[in-house]
Each structure stands twice: as C-alpha cells, then as structure tokens.
C-alpha cells in the first residue's frame, strides 16, 4: 500500500526512482509522482493512473534532471485518485517536499491549526498537512524539524524528504509503516520494500518505530526521537534479483505458482533433522510448551485461511483448543487471554496494520507471540517473542500463493512439534506425517504438471456470474482461500460455504448451471460431501470437484473432476489448494483482467 522511493548519489535520480516504483507496483497504487532537486529547485511531477503515465510524462524521467529525488505511489485513502492528492507534496514555497505512506489520524486537528496560521491546502490528503507542518516546525536542522513533527502527528507514517536547503541530504523517518536504507558505493537509498534497490545494493538498514535517517551520497546517519545519533546494524539481503523478476512466466502470480514446491521445501527442510522436527527459532521450553492451555491464531485474509486450516492440525494433533480470528476484529473485541494462551500473528507482509496491533494487543496483557512471517526484519517479525520464518521468498504477486502455502507447512510443522513434546501424537503416526510432509513438494509438482487441464476448465467459466465453493473440515478451509483467490483477481462473485451449511440457506442461490467447486480429500468426509453435491447438482449445479486420486467419482456424481494426489489427511490442503489457485490464475487471464495488480487492492495492508 503506497510505494517509497528516495535516491541520492551520482546518478540521475528520476529513472532509478521509476525503476524502483516499477518493483513497488506489486503494493498497488492508483497515481504516483516523483520530487528532483536539481540543485536550484525542486521539481515536482505527477500523475494519475499506472507508472507508464508518470514515464511518458517525464520521457521516462530524463526530463527531471538531479541527483536526489522522492518518488511514490499513492494508495488513495483520504482523498480520490488524482493528480492534485498523489505525492509528493510540498510547502507553498515549494522548499520542501515529502512522499508518504500511511495515515495521519490526527489530520484534521493539524490541518486547522495550520489554517489558522495562514497555511493554504490545495489537496484533500493527511499528507500535505505534513508538508506544511515540517515548514511551519522549520529551524535550519532537518532532523530537529522532523522530530518536532513526529511528536506532533498521530498515526502511522513512512516518509521521504528532502529539503531545499540541504541540497546534498535526503531525510527519513517511519512509525508502523515500512521504510529500509539500502547503502551504495557513493549512493543511498530509502524504500518501501527491498525488491526496490536490490538491483543497486544488498546491504540495508531496517528502520525501527520513531527513527529518523539522514542520508548524503556517502553517509547514512540514524537518529532517535530526542535527536540523539544511533548506531545500527547493518544486514545483508540474501535472496536474489531474479526472485523478484518474472523470469519468463506471463505472470508473477502464475511463476509464484510454480514455485510452490521450492517454497515448501525451503520452509520444511531445515526444521527436520535426523527424522525429527526441530525448530531451533522457538524459545519455548518443552515445559512452556506443554503449559500451553489455548492457542489464539490472529490474521488477515488468506494467512487466515491458514489459521483455519492450522486449528483442525493443532487440535488434531496436539489437542490443544485453537481460536481463529481475524485481526481486524481480534484487536477490538476484548478476548479472553488468559495465563497459558499463546497467540499466533500470521502474515506474509509482517506489515499489516491489523496484524500489527492485534499482536501489540496481546503482547500488552503479557501474552506471548509467536509470528508466523515471510518478510525477513518486518516488522510482526521484530515485535514477536518467537518468530518462524516462512521461506517463499519475495511475493510480487497481489494474491498470494506460495506465502500462503508455506504458512500452512509451518503450521504443520508447529502441530508435529506441540504433539510430539505433548505426547499426544503417536509415535507411528509422527512418522508416517513427517514422510508424507517432506513428499509434499513433489506432489504439488505433479499437480503443477497437470495444468492444462484445470486451464481447460477455467475457460469454460471465464463468463461466471457466481461461483461458489463447499468442503467441510480442512476442505471447507481450503474452500475459503480457493474462493477468495477467484474472486479478488477475476471479479467474479463466488462464496465459500461448509457443505453441511448449504441448506440453512445458501442453497437457495442454486440455479441452473451454477458453478460448485466441491473439495473431498477427508476420507471420513467423502460421502457427507457426495451428499451435498448430490443436492446441488439436482438444483441444476454444475459441480468441478476436487478429491483424491483414489476417490473416483462417475459421471453421475461430479461434472468434472480433479484428482490429486494422495497425502496425509491433515496435508490434503496443501495439495487441493493449488488447483484451486491456477483455476482463479485462468478465469483472470481469460477474462482480460490485471492478475498481478487486481483493482482496488494492495499487497501489504499497511492502513487499517
Ligand atoms: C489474498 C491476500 C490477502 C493477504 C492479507 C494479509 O490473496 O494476499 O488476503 O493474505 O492481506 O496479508 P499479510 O499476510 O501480508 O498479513
């Protein structure tokens, strides 16, 4: 949500800015605008719609001539989509210029006390009220200045500034939303995300909550709220350009896809030494373990999906009671988290505002966290106790997949491990799902290898109006994500129901040629779900079911069948959910739709 780009050095500032939105587009965006100092004044331009607007207005940034500048792109949230409310924004004497991720909740209090000062605003943002802040805050010490705002603004800010007067200095500071420093030869950086500069440089600094940056072409100084300079460590990026590249695939989503098995194993390998689960990031004794009275999951989205799917593996093999909850509602419904609870934040971002506070919620009544994380140094990864990390790697992708398949791997690699020091898991059963836990990888690439005939399928139903997708269990929870990723990338309606709950009332939608994903991988659940189907197919559904390659079903009990390969029960969604993702993946290219960047949506939810 929103992208920052800053550069400083020897180079042309506007086509390094322009490329580093371009790896910032994944976060969504709806206008952009880049601010160059070329060493008189500042230049500022702006447009509405996708970066190739802001290219051709600029010939591709070579009319903006300097070597320090700020791009951005803007997420609208307090103000439309327009060139008047993208950033950057500026004071009216045009001597300093700001870009901005986030939201200043006490916007409207600032913004009349600046108007009674006498500031003018020419747009409807929060921020622009921070342009006109730094001025009114002003003293000749950018810093001094920037921390005077930071005490005065509420909520949550990443920003990028640079000052007129300081011609060879590019200023930054962050509260609750992402912001890093990547350190060149002779030239600096400041970003929303890594994907942005890593063609420049692997070595970054991750900025903490209410710290202030201050880069020149050679230096990078970091400061506290009361102005005090900081030493910090420096990190390196491991992963690899091409990771956040398309590499020949169409689409990002499509090659994340594919990515799948790599993910997995990523994710799983390094936690299973000697046919044993080890997972060395947990702080947690046996003892901590087994006072483990009740686990809280708490996310957003798919990562929640993965709770759902994570409480009938954890109960299951633990037996330990899980509630799911979503963060949004977590953080504001006063949950009973008593001695012995352990909530568990998920998130691929680290960065989703709800997440965030829902584990500041927790965290706040002395409750422990463990995050579920793929983005290494966010900042769910920072403030949790413990942290498993999740290794997908980069997702540029809007809907997720691979992130979400590698949350489900930690969650059973979580379940294993409490069951095991529990004792709750039998020793057989441990190790027939640790073998079928390293086959996973494989057996999502043999459903890879089959795609043509999901392909097949989906352009049959690029015209759907909806579409809806039963299971029960672990089936109704992958049928959750499978109808989400439909629906947020093609447009088309679709709903996600346990198929015991159909006839409370859903049922009533069936019409004529209805489109019904059904999912049955639970042996203990297949006739139950034939039954639903049976239902549905006699109301006129068309039904696409989902099971495992032992389950064959006739012509008369599904319409057309996907089979996957056969796994633990507990596993059954890792696997079902991946032709779940390439059908969402075909509807949307059928239909001609943006599937990386779908309408109306970003990648990090960093606003709540
Ligand atoms: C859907 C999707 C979202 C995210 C949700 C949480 O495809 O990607 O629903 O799962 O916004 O994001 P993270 O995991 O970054 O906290």
């Known amino acids: 949500m929103c992208g920052i780009v800053g550069y400083i050095g020897n180079q042309e500032a506007a086509p390094i800015l322009l490329d580093g939105l371009t790896k910032l587009e994944y976060r969504g965006y709806d206008s952009a605008g880049l601010a160059v100092f070329d060493g008189e004044n500042i230049n500022i331009v702006k447009a509405k719609g996708r970066l190739q607007v802001l290219r051709e207005l600029t010939g591709d940034g070579k009319a903006l001539k300097g070597c320090i500048g700020i791009g951005h792109t803007r997420w609208a949230t307090h103000g439309a989509p327009s060139v008047t409310n993208s950033h950057p924004h500026h004071n009216a004497k045009e001597t300093i210029a700001v870009v901005h991720n986030g939201i200043i909740e006490n916007y409207m209090k600032l913004k009349e006390k600046l108007i009674k000062k006498g500031y003018t605003f020419i747009s409807e943002t929060d921020t622009e009220v921070v342009a006109h802040l730094l001025d009114y805050y002003y003293n000749g010490n950018p810093v001094e200045t920037i921390a005077k705002v930071m005490h005065r603004v509420e909520g949550s800010y990443a920003l990028g500034i640079i000052f007129k007067d300081h011609p060879d200095k590019l200023y930054a500071v962050r509260k609750d939303s992402p912001l890093i420093v990547g350190v060149g030869e002779h030239e600096n950086f400041i970003a929303s995300d890594v994907p942005a500069i890593l063609k420049y440089t692997r070595n970054v600094y991750f900025i903490e909550n209410e710290e202030i940056v201050e880069l020149s072409k050679k230096d990078v100084h970091f400061y506290n709220s009361d102005v005090e300079e900081i030493e910090k460590e420096m990190s390196e990026v491991k992963w690899d350009i091409s990771a956040a590249e398309k590499s020949g695939y169409e689409h990002f989503m499509l090659k994340e896809i594919y990515e799948q098995p790599k993910a997995l194993r990523d994710t799983i390998s390094p936690r299973v030494k000697n046919g044993e689960i080890v997972i060395d990031e947990l702080t947690m004794t046996e003892e901590d373990i087994k006072n483990i009275k009740k686990i809280f999951i708490v996310a957003c989205g798919s990562a929640y999906h993965a709770g759902v799917n994570g409480k009938y593996v954890i ?50 009544r002395g409750i422990k966290v463990l995050g579920i994380v793929n983005v290494v140094g966010s900042t769910i990864a920072r403030e949790s106790d413990n942290v498993m990390y999740t290794w997908a790697g980069p997702e540029i992708a809007v809907a997720t997949t691979k992130a979400y398949s590698t949350q489900l791997s930690a969650l059973y690699l979580l379940a294993m491990y409490f069951g095991k020091v529990k004792g709750t898991l039998a020793k057989e059963e441990y190790s027939d799902m640790l073998k079928e836990l390293m086959l996973l990888p494989d057996k999502v690439q043999t459903i890879l290898g089959d795609k043509e005939n999901i392909q097949f399928f989906a352009n049959r139903y690029v015209g759907a109006k909806d579409v809806f997708f039963i299971g029960r269990g672990q089936d109704y929870a992958v049928s959750l994500e499978g109808s989400l990723k439909l629906k947020e990338i093609s447009y088309i309606h679709s709903e996600a129901y346990a198929a015991g709950e159909l006839k409370h009332g859903t049922i009533s939608l069936i019409e004529e040629g209805t489109l019904v994903t059904a999912v049955l991988t639970n042996e203990e659940l297949y006739k139950k779900t034939i039954s639903n189907i049976v239902e549905v197919r006699t109301r006129g559904a068309f039904v696409l079911a989902v099971t495992n390659e032992d389950n064959i079903l006739d012509k008369e009990t599904a319409d057309y069948v996907i089979y996957i390969p056969k796994t633990h029960k507990y596993f059954t969604s890792s696997l079902a959910v991946v032709p779940l993702q390439l059908f969402g993946y075909y509807v949307s290219v059928g239909r001609g739709c943006d599937v990386d960047k779908p309408r109306n949506l970003a990648k990090s939810v960093t606003v709540e």
């Not at 509602?329 to 506070?357: C, H, K, M, W």
Request: hydrophobic share 40%; glycine share 6%; no cysteine.
């Open 315 to 364: 109960e299951g093999a633990a037996r330990i009671p899980v509630e799911v909850d979503l963060a949004s509602e977590f953080r504001y419904r006063n949950p009973i988290l008593e001695e012995g609870t352990l909530v568990i934040i998920i998130s691929q971002s680290g960065e989703t505002a709800d997440s965030i506070a829902a584990l500041r919620e927790a965290k706040s």
